[in-house]
């Protein structure tokens, strides 16, 4: 992975995090499956590796490959199609399932895939929609995100950041962040029949190694650096999240703050 130039550390555990709902998933070699939400390809790897040499994975994104910092969407992928796994992967960016010019028969895929990217969507409707859309295409749904429910106080900060995040993307002021539309697991699961999919199993997945807390502390404390996001805040709103703020500046450690956990659902 070109990440793990810049962060060796966090990109192999966000790997071995992968690599475990994956195993847990029994993709089998010759699989075809479809990831809608791919990012840097850090799940699109794994997945290639299930899949084996004669499995294919389309890896499908609505950025644009010059999106994402230190390393683009796009300097990931060339990483990944010059390697031993490129075979296996067809990336394509700037493309959106919800569009009706993206379409597949029946049963293409042997899975559909949608990991750690459903906080991106600008609503709930949107997700609901792309599930809806991607279900004629696939056998097999599985999704994985963080759980808002914490198990410890230690998870907190983390907590704080998100909702931080969310309110202000809810109330107009939006961003780029990695946390736009979050949503409880019982949100997802109550969503799942309404976009034509049956849930067959959920359970929690630990998240003991990954950085994703100090990552979103960092971007809510972020905010009130910046008036230009705060400032077209509705004032009630914008007095509401930096108060917040203050909360998380008080009870986030510097670095190494526990992340919320994390679950995955399978449905058919």
Not at 31 to 54: I, K, W, Y
Not at 118 to 139: H, K, M, N
Not at 155 to 171: D, F, M, N, P
Not at 191 to 208: F, I, M
Request: hydrophobic share 40%.
């Amino acid at each position: 992975m070109a990440a793990a130039d810049h962060s060796p550390d966090s990109q192999l555990s966000q790997t071995r995090h992968r690599a475990a709902l994956v195993a847990s998933w029994h993709i089998a070699p010759g699989s075809t499956v479809l990831e809608r939400g791919c990012g840097q390809g850090d799940m699109t790897a794994v997945l290639a590796e299930a899949a084996g040499p004669e499995g294919h994975v389309v890896a499908v994104d609505v950025a644009e490959p010059s999106y994402g910092a230190p390393v683009t969407l796009g300097e990931s992928a060339a990483r990944l199609a010059a390697g031993p796994l490129g075979p296996r992967i067809d990336f394509r960016f700037g493309t959106d399932v919800l569009d009706p010019s993206v379409d597949y028969p029946e049963n293409t895929f042997d899975h559909v895939v949608l990991a750690h990217c459903s906080w991106y969507f600008e609503s709930l409707g949107q997700l609901r929609d792309t599930l809806a859309r991607v279900r004629p295409w696939a056998r097999r749904l599985w999704f994985t995100e963080w759980d808002l429910t914490p198990a410890s106080g230690d998870q907190l900060a983390h907590l704080l950041a998100v909702l931080i995040q969310g309110q202000t993307e809810a109330a107009g002021a939006h961003g780029q962040g990695n946390v736009r539309t979050p949503f409880s697991r019982e949100t997802l699961l109550r969503l799942l029949p309404e976009a034509g999919w049956t849930a067959d199993s959920s359970r929690s997945v630990d998240t003991e190694e990954l950085q994703d807390g100090d990552w979103e502390i960092a971007a809510s404390l972020a905010l009130a650096e910046t008036e230009e996001r705060p400032a077209t805040l509705p004032e009630p709103v914008r007095q509401f999240v930096l108060s917040q703020i203050d909360v998380l500046r008080a009870i986030a450690k510097p670095r190494d703050n526990r992340a919320l956990a994390a679950y995955t659902v399978t449905a058919h």
